[in-house]
């Protein structure tokens, strides 16, 4: 869930000094729900697909006994398709989201992802030796 923060905190810092609406891409959903929802329930959902993302992820960890370098290289692969999620999310998107072509914007995306992925096994692991 911190590594999830992270993300979002920065998405939303991103979009605060650029104007690049990656925070509202992250969080966007009106494709699936047209409705108003308030951005704390926007980003619990967000944050339900991470702590799934996160199980899988300490699952196969253990399950394949990965060391710590290990684990990066892993987590870096599978979160590698979530930049990619960048291209539904802005074609079927109703809200304003960065296009496809903005390519800063595509940027800031994949390094808020990347954050997520290099966080994730330093805290997995952080946890995992105080128990």
């Given at each position: 869930m911190i590594s999830e923060a992270v993300l979002g905190l920065f998405l939303k810092f991103i979009q605060a000094i650029t104007e690049?609406?990656?925070?509202?891409?992250?969080?966007?959903?009106?494709?699936l729900y047209n409705k108003y929802l308030?951005?704390?329930?926007e980003f619990s959902l967000h944050l339900i697909?991470?702590?799934i993302i996160s199980v899988v992820y300490v699952f196969f960890s253990e399950k394949l006994n990965l060391d710590l370098r290990q684990q990066f290289v892993f987590f870096f692969v599978f979160t590698t398709p979530t930049?990619?999620?960048y291209i539904p999310l802005s074609i079927f998107s109703i809200k304003e989201t960065p296009a496809l072509s903005d390519g800063l914007a595509i940027l800031w995306w994949m390094i808020g992802h990347f954050l997520f992925?290099?966080?994730l096994p330093l805290l997995f692991n952080?946890?995992?030796?105080?128990?």
């Open positions: 690049l609406k990656v925070y509202t891409l992250l969080l966007n959903i009106d494709f308030p951005e704390s329930l697909v991470s702590i930049v990619y999620i992925a290099l966080l952080q946890i995992k030796q105080r128990f």
